[in-house]
């Protein structure tokens, strides 16, 4: 979604600081109104990037002021210097916007191992500053991206006491995605008023059917991290009880953005042309479900031939085989391709066509179902095929 938007209480600014390349703008900055709130989850990644440690060190002592943003470097596997270099861009930031370097959140995307320049950090925070605005979403968006084609936006509306309310994102990642626990990076914020506890419980409800729920390659990012704001300048009652009314439409608004996003972030997947729904049912648990889901997602095998269009239904066949399933009764299975059953009865459907497999094989989206015959639950993935594009991308990233 790119239409217009703004979050009052919330202000963004831009600017180049020349990080990777002199020709973009490569950092933001993210004004949170005072009084209020924050909510967020970071990647499970081992080596963790310097910026996010920071973050969460900050976090725990305050609620943040200001997000500081930067594109081209990733600040990860550097070390001590890494996390010097992050603190250091944060008492930047605080001494040119007169808050505590501890109110502010560092983040970082881009290339993994080499130091972050603070220096030209330093000479475009105070642009950035000057060029804050509510309604620097869409700049933003562009600023945060790395090898992403286009930004991505999403908002929602609602109301509360006849009172309208909007919760927008932004979001940037197409590699290294396979989140555990958010994206990329994903900036949400929201005017409604909301108590701490209930904004990070609508956050982490809100990640596991989106962010958490797509994969482009199978690697998860070092820097992933995403954050949820209220600012409470809509003038509408603090949501205080989960139970309420205006929390489940608060919650369900932030879902709908984290949905959009992670679906964006999919659909421009490295070299992506295709986007395709995994859904896995009639599983055991939900475990179940996702290990058959993550194991045809990411097959190469499958990947490329969605990529050539090629109803090659044997590699679907072959990825639910392999899957970490015990005791899975084959005879019990069925694979289709939207409307199109593939395998039945342990073999090909007898009412199978290859050209009925073509036409759904031909579309730029669609969804591949299992069910497996063993349980009630289900689950679903998204995710995208496997170009010649992605391997070119990979392998210039850093030349």
């Not at 000479?123 to 992403?148: F, R």
């Not at 139970?243 to 070299?271: H, M, N, P, Q, W």
Request: charge should be negative; proline fraction near 4%.
């Amino acid at each position: 979604m790119t239409e217009k938007v703004s979050i009052t209480g919330i202000r963004l600014g831009v600017a180049v600081a020349g990080i990777k390349t002199t020709d973009r703008k490569d950092l933001v900055v993210v004004e949170l109104a005072e009084g209020g709130s924050c909510a967020a989850v970071f990647t499970r990644n081992a080596f963790c990037a310097a910026p996010v440690h920071v973050a969460k060190s900050h976090l725990q002592k305050n609620t943040p002021r200001y997000l500081l943003i930067n594109s081209g470097n990733a600040n990860a596997g550097t070390g001590e210097q890494g996390m010097q270099d992050a603190e250091s861009s944060c008492r930047l930031l605080a001494e040119a916007a007169g808050c505590k370097a501890e109110e502010i959140l560092p983040f970082s995307t881009g290339v993994i191992g080499i130091n972050l320049p603070v220096e030209k950090m330093a000479l475009a925070i105070p642009a950035a500053l000057v060029d804050m605005k509510e309604s620097g979403w869409e700049q933003a968006a562009e600023a945060i991206m790395t090898t992403d084609t286009r930004p991505k936006l999403a908002t929602s509306h609602f109301e509360i006491d006849g009172v309208g309310v909007s919760v927008t994102g932004m979001a940037k990642g197409s590699g290294m995605i396979r989140p555990d626990m958010a994206t990329m990076l994903a900036y949400l914020a929201t005017d409604a008023a909301v108590a701490p506890e209930l904004l990070q419980s609508a956050l982490n409800v809100a990640v596991e059917p989106s962010f958490n729920s797509i994969t482009v390659d199978g690697d998860t990012s070092t820097n992933d991290a995403c954050i949820l704001l209220a600012s409470g300048s809509a003038g509408t009652p603090p949501i205080i009880d989960q139970g309420s009314e205006a929390y489940r439409k608060f919650s369900t608004a932030v879902s709908e953005v984290c949905l959009a996003l992670a679906r964006e972030i999919v659909r421009d997947g490295e070299g992506a042309t295709k986007l395709v729904e995994v859904l896995v049912e009639e599983a055991n648990d939900v475990a179940e479900a996702r290990e058959v889901a993550y194991t045809i997602a990411h097959s190469p095998l499958v990947k490329t031939a969605l990529f050539a269009s090629d109803p090659n239904w044997g590699r679907i066949l072959a990825a639910v085989g392999r899957a970490d399933i015990p005791q899975l009764d084959i005879d019990r299975v069925e694979i289709w391709l939207d409307e199109v059953c593939i395998v039945r009865d342990g073999g090909r459907a007898g009412d199978y066509t290859e050209a009925a497999g073509q036409s759904v094989m031909d579309r730029s989206e669609f969804t591949i179902r299992i069910k497996l015959g063993r349980g009630s639950v289900s689950s679903r993935i998204l995710t995208c095929d496997l170009s010649y594009d992605y391997v070119k991308i990979n392998a210039e990233y850093r030349t």
